[in-house]
């Protein structure tokens, strides 16, 4: 069994326990369910992380995390990974990682295969903790670190 599935499976094992781990929603809807929103824009959770990661900084490099959303190369294994599966030709290769535009359209890819309900906390664990979503102390403070990152960047807008 690959990574990626046992990943996915020790998520929807530790999901299945957790009680928000019955929570479905459409991805059309835009309210709170159970204390977590479901996103119908990712831009500014694209902006958050990405001030949250690398300060807007494309070359920023932590270890294997690289560029401006701090991608892993397994997250572009998985991208890839995705779209051989719907028989598309596109890849990414590890530089893409330094693009701000691939780098978002890699998240995009992410999103629409492992978050279908476009659920913010999702969102924010598979970015924190990858395809486990697990739920850790460091993970929970990154999700607030999002809220708050989000909260200042809306009030700089208005």
């Not at 999901?15 to 709170?32: F, I, R, V």
């Not at 369910?33 to 490099?61: C, F, K, Y």
């Not at 932590?62 to 991208?79: D, H, K, S, T, Y």
Request: glycine share 6%; with cysteine.
């Amino acid at each position: 069994m690959n990574i990626i599935r046992r990943c996915l499976l020790a998520f929807t094992l530790t999901l299945s326990m957790h009680p928000l781990g019955c929570m479905q929603a459409s991805a059309s809807t835009s309210h709170t369910l159970m204390g977590d929103s479901i996103i119908e824009d990712w831009q500014p959770v694209i902006d958050a992380i990405i001030e949250h990661e690398s300060g807007g900084n494309t070359h920023a490099r932590n270890g294997r995390f690289l560029g401006p959303m701090q991608i892993a190369p397994i997250m572009v294994r998985e991208c890839n990974n995705i779209l051989r599966s719907q028989g598309s030709t596109q890849r990414f290769t590890l530089n893409d990682r330094l693009s701000l535009d691939k780098s978002k359209e890699m998240f995009m890819i992410i999103m629409k295969r492992h978050n279908p309900t476009n659920s913010f906390e999702i969102a924010c664990r598979i970015w924190k903790s990858g395809l486990a979503k697990t739920y850790s102390k460091a993970t929970l403070h990154f999700i607030e670190e999002m809220k708050e990152i989000m909260s200042r960047q809306a009030a700089q807008k208005q």
